[in-house]
């Protein structure tokens, strides 16, 4: 089977892990060259990996690159997706997508002209404990859903002067952070039709206290927003909330529930692929009312490590099987719209604001027959 040859454009925190699943966890894949706009930097981490480090120029005049994995800031996503697209390649980004709903369905049409595929990051519902709750939620075991919840949190004093890239365009809680909860959210219950919304931008400067930073004491401009809380009713009548403050503890504390009347089932952190569930299931017996039991659910499910990077593998073989990839260029735009609502709702006092896009739940993963890549399979 021939393998896609990939490019990788940005050689910052995020790129070894995408580079080391490339290289060694999907037999469909095949790194090729690594871009940066700083070419020492492209050269210096493809030697680590034996590859060609190039301008970004010279990754895209490059016939023989199939896909661009694109790992550069937000801001900087439109024009290298539309590069990429006119050059014939296929193309998948980190969060967030594009920077607005407008660049993003210009994008969408080019690719379909050109009859190429698009994703956007983050693909942790991939995730064995995503699957393994997407089964309980379809085979019924939690009765009628009724309702959902979502609470996270992060560290904005250690996290904005250590990494700068968020205090820039599309760096903020909102387009970096929230999306994993709504990625996960409407691979589980479908999409999403109205949002109300409080977005949050409390703190516009930190200290700098990065232990090897350079700049250490220093103030730091922090103007994205930190704080998001809403409202969301799904297409299907199911309402729920979303809760996220950055300005609170480092290490992920996610509350994520899914209300049925047969049963709660908690899930885990949606920036993580390891994780494991578990549900509460409804009795009426008086006798159990002080001994309430929540019971982990058996995980049969792939990819329980950092699995960064499977979204790319997925694309390819879509194409392979003929297939539309669960990583594709509607729920990326639906994300984006939603997060784009809750901001247009902040701004209206949270007004209920209606979401024109939608799009549908992607096909689940099957269980492993032999390696994890065997899940992504469908023919």
């Known amino acids: 089977m021939e393998k896609s040859r990939v490019g990788v454009i940005g050689t910052g925190m995020i790129c070894r892990v995408y580079i080391d699943n490339i290289s060694s966890r999907f037999s469909v894949l095949e790194l090729a060259a690594i871009a940066d706009r700083k ?84 693909d942790t519902f991939f995730a064995s404990w995503v699957q393994n709750a997407r089964h309980i939620i379809d085979s019924g075991r939690l009765g009628r859903i009724t309702s959902f919840a979502m609470i996270g949190n992060r560290d904005n004093d250690k996290m904005l ?8 365009p599309g760096g903020g809680v909102l387009y970096d952070y929230v999306c994993y909860y709504l990625t996960v959210l409407i691979n589980l219950l479908g ?5 109300s919304a409080n977005v949050k931008a409390p703190y516009k400067r930190h200290i700098d206290n990065f232990p090897p930073s350079e700049t250490k004491g220093t103030i730091v401009e922090t103007p994205n927003e930190s704080q998001v809380y809403s409202i969301l009713e799904m297409e299907n009548g199911i309402t729920g909330t979303l809760s996220v403050n950055c300005d609170s503890c480092y290490y992920d504390r996610t509350y994520f529930a899914i209300y049925g009347n047969k049963g709660i089932l908690y899930l885990a952190c949606p920036d993580w692929f390891n994780g494991e569930i578990s549900i509460y299931e409804n009795t009426t017996a008086p006798e159990d009312a002080e001994n309430q039991k929540v019971t982990v659910i058996e995980d049969p499910y792939a990819f329980k490590t950092n699995s960064r990077g499977v979204g790319l593998a997925d694309m390819v073989w879509a194409r392979i099987e003929g297939r539309e990839p669960r990583v594709n260029a509607e729920r990326c735009l639906h994300v984006l719209e939603i997060e784009e609502r809750m901001k247009e709702s902040s701004d209206k006092d949270g007004l209920r604001v209606h979401v024109a896009s939608t799009c549908t739940r992607c096909l689940p993963l099957s269980i492993p027959t032999d390696t994890e890549e065997s899940a992504l399979r469908v023919k």
């Open 39 to 122: 070419i020492e930097k492209a050269k210096a981490v493809a030697e680590e990996y034996g590859v060609k480090g190039c301008t970004i120029d010279e990754l895209m005049e490059d016939d023989s690159i199939d896909i661009i994995l694109n790992l550069t800031p937000p801001v900087a996503h439109y024009e290298l997706m539309k590069r990429a697209l006119l050059a014939g390649k296929h193309f998948y980004t980190e969060k967030t997508f594009t920077m607005n709903v407008i660049e993003a369905q210009e994008l969408i049409m080019l690719a379909q002209e050109k009859n190429l595929m698009i994703g956007s990051a983050p």
């Open 161 to 168: 002067p250590a990494m700068r890239y968020l205090n820039g």
């Open 191 to 195: 999409p999403v039709a109205t949002v």
